[in-house]
């Protein structure tokens, strides 16, 4: 299963919803890895910091396009559990982590309510077009 926490904002949680759904996996026994997209290191911060005796979560860094596809191809054999820590800004790994996590696109009238409030999540549109 492949997780994306993304939102464009900073300092809004992406990285304590990551680090807390990887380690409530971990302890119900699942192989778990973050990969860490944004250029704060956040995530593998906090995986340098944690005791090696808990149960094991991995986080690797992965910022750009290319780095994330090749982490996820890779990781995918041994991980039950892949949680992708998005950055606060539509980056070179926004738009990829959406492809890897997600089966279906984003809703387009999300991305058109979000165009009217200013946000520059409308960008995604582009890359999603409405079906006729
Ligand atoms: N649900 C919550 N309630 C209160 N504080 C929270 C909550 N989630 C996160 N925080 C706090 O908000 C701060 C920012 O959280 P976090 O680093 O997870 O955000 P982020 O979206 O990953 O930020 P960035 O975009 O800078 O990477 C931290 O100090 C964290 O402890
Ligand atoms: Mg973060």
Not at 73 to 87: A, M, R
Not at 106 to 111: R, S, Y
Request: net charge positive; hydrophobic share 35%; glycine share 6%.
């Amino acid at each position: 299963m492949r997780i994306g926490i993304t939102n464009l904002k900073g300092g809004v949680g992406k990285t304590t919803i990551s680090i807390n759904l990887a380690v409530c996996f971990a302890h119900m026994g699942y192989r778990v890895c973050i990969v860490d997209t944004d250029t704060n290191q956040s995530s593998l911060k906090w995986y340098g910091a944690r005791d090696e005796s808990l149960p094991e979560v991995l986080a690797i860094g992965a910022t750009d396009a290319k780095a994330l596809n090749k982490a996820v191809d890779k990781l995918h054999k041994d991980h039950d559990i892949i949680i992708i820590d998005g950055t606060p800004s539509l980056s070179e790994t926004t738009i990829p982590q959406i492809e890897i996590c997600n089966k279906h696109k984003p809703n387009p009238q999300a991305c058109k309510e979000q165009k009217a409030a200013g946000s520059s999540f409308w960008q995604l549109e582009r890359h999603y077009p409405q079906k006729k």
